[in-house]
T-cell receptor, first 111, second 109 residues
Framework: SQTIHQWPATLVQPVGSPLSLECTVE??????LYWYRQAAGRGLQLLFY??????ISSEVPQNLSASRPQDRQFILSSKKLLLSDSGFYLC??????????FGSGTRLTVV | QKEVEQDPGPLSVPEGAIVSLNCTYS??????FMWYRQYSRKGPELLMY????GNKEDGRFTAQVDKSSKYISLFIRDSQPSDSATYLC?????????FGTGTSLTVIP
């Protein structure tokens, strides 16, 4: 069966520090991978999606970047965090059609 | 106009009540319709999905899609305190997914 792993679960980082969140998928090949940010009352905001290794599409201009070094690995990064980067970050995968499978999320607090 | 509109609530009901959650949408190209349940501090989990119009039932949950009205619903019968969560509707056309903002539901014992 397919599983998705996302870590860490919580993270507190100072302003200006770097960020690396990792997501891996098991049990499927060539998945579409997504990074979302969820803010209270504002729903899910798509940040990046990838349809293959090295293929990254960005939905919104921002302080973050994404990379897909392997088929089932998706990384969200920042060189210097801002206060506004605080939020709940979700990784997800899909093989098209219906539904995503989401990871358990990372709650990032930038202080 | 947003692609998907969902009343954020919050919705509070007594245990055993029937709950109705709804979303409207504007894009007639949507073919897949989904409901996710999200517990506090967790990722959303897929609860039900429907392809095109019609009803789908799974235990206490029923999903309805009315494409002519661009309206989807999730009904929860005999609601339980464990149903307390945020419910997000979602729909897709191809690889593009669109989510509602979620409705917060509390079922009071």
């Amino acid at each position: 069966s397919q599983t998705i792993h996302q870590w860490p679960a919580t993270l507190v980082q100072p302003v200006g520090s770097p960020l690396s969140l990792e997501c891996t998928v098991e049990g499927t090949s060539n998945p579409n991978l997504y990074w979302y940010r969820q803010a209270a009352g504002r729903g899910l905001q798509l940040l990046f999606y990838s349809v293959g290794i090295g293929q990254i599409s960005s939905e919104v201009p921002q302080n973050l970047s994404a990379s897909r070094p392997q088929d089932r690995q998706f990384i969200l990064s920042s060189k210097k965090l801002l206060l506004s980067d605080s939020g709940f970050y979700l990784c997800a995968w899909s093989n098209g059609g219906y539904g995503y499978t989401f990871g358990s999320g990372t709650r990032l607090t930038v202080v | 106009q947003k692609e998907v509109e969902q009343d954020p609530g919050p919705l509070s009901v007594p245990e055993g009540a029937i709950v109705s959650l709804n979303c409207t949408y504007s894009n007639s190209a949507f073919q897949y319709f989904m409901w996710y349940r999200q517990y506090s501090r967790k990722g959303p989990e897929l609860l039900m999905y429907t392809y095109s119009s019609g009803n789908k039932e799974d235990g206490r949950f029923t999903a309805q899609v009315d494409k002519s009205s661009k309206y989807i619903s999730l009904f929860i019968r005999d609601s339980q305190p464990s149903d307390s969560a945020t419910y997000l509707c979602a729909m897709s056309a191809g690889n593009q997914f669109y989510f509602g903002t979620g409705t917060s539901l509390t079922v009071i014992p």
